[in-house]
């Protein structure tokens, strides 16, 4: 047995509906003026398949970071925030003390995505002067955009892996609101940390594991101290630290 795809199932309904003069009667009455959200169902499937091409190892990390800016650039966020239903998320919020709490966003009404999704994905909710700490990854590529609030982003490229720390170098360190995005590989500003400056900020992220074959390190979150001592060429000497140690101090 076989079952009807959605856009069958959505050709037929519409048939049925159609033959008994039911569009006529929902027009009348204004029932089907709901925005349709197709340009954002379609920005999703360009995400996605963008992030295949990163795991199919078509796009270089640097490019593809470019061309998610890109994409992020061209969101209607507030269609966006309206698909992810942005509203019920955020009033079930618990903040956390210190930190970031991470809230599963659940894509599957979007059309076409319901199959090979190669993208993870989560909202960050916190309070005024909480962030999203310091660090940075391996083997995985993210973006970050913001949904709601104000907030100082940082990022670092981490430039040497030593024993028991990184030599990172600032390059991006600004103000950040809604609509604004950033983004991070192995190759280019690896190391992230968002305070919120607003009462409350919401950031969402996709993140592509795995993506690099030459690191064979697992994909995972590297924590660090980006306020170490500054070297005479630029660098900072970023102290290793566990996710405790960097949530008492930056979270
Ligand atoms: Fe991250």
Redo the contacts with the bound molecule.
């Keep these: 047995m076989t079952f009807p795809t959605r856009r069958d199932f959505s050709t037929q309904l519409l048939g049925s509906l159609l033959s008994y003069g039911l569009i006529e009667t929902l027009w009348r009455n204004e029932l089907l003026a709901e925005p349709t959200r197709a340009d954002v169902q379609k920005w999703m499937g360009e995400l996605n398949e963008l992030c295949q091409s990163l795991k199919g190892r078509k796009l270089k990390d640097v490019d593809f970071q470019a061309k998610l800016e890109e994409l992020y650039r061209r969101v209607d966020l507030k269609e966006l925030i309206a698909l992810i239903d942005f509203e019920r998320l955020s009033n079930s919020v618990r903040y956390p003390e210190k930190g970031a709490a991470s809230l599963g966003v659940d894509l599957s009404k979007v059309e076409g995505l319901s199959r090979g999704v190669v993208f993870g994905k989560q909202i960050f909710a916190m309070k005024k002067g909480r962030s999203i700490v310091p660090?940075g990854?391996d083997n995985m590529c993210?973006g970050f955009i913001i949904l709601q609030g104000d907030f100082t982003g940082r990022h670092y490229d981490r430039v040497e892996d030593n024993a028991d720390h990184y030599l990172i170098k600032p390059t991006i360190d600004r103000t950040f609101k809604p609509g604004e995005c950033s983004t991070?590989s192995d190759t280019k500003d690896n190391v992230?940390w968002f305070r919120a400056e607003s009462d409350y900020g919401f950031v969402f992220n996709i993140h592509v594991l795995g993506y690099n074959p030459e690191n064979k390190k697992i994909s995972s979150?590297v924590y660090v101290d980006p306020e170490g001592e500054k070297t005479a060429g630029g660098l900072i000497v970023a102290k290793k630290i566990s996710s405790a140690e960097c949530h008492r101090k930056y979270g």
């Design positions: 660090h990854h993210t991070i992230h979150r």
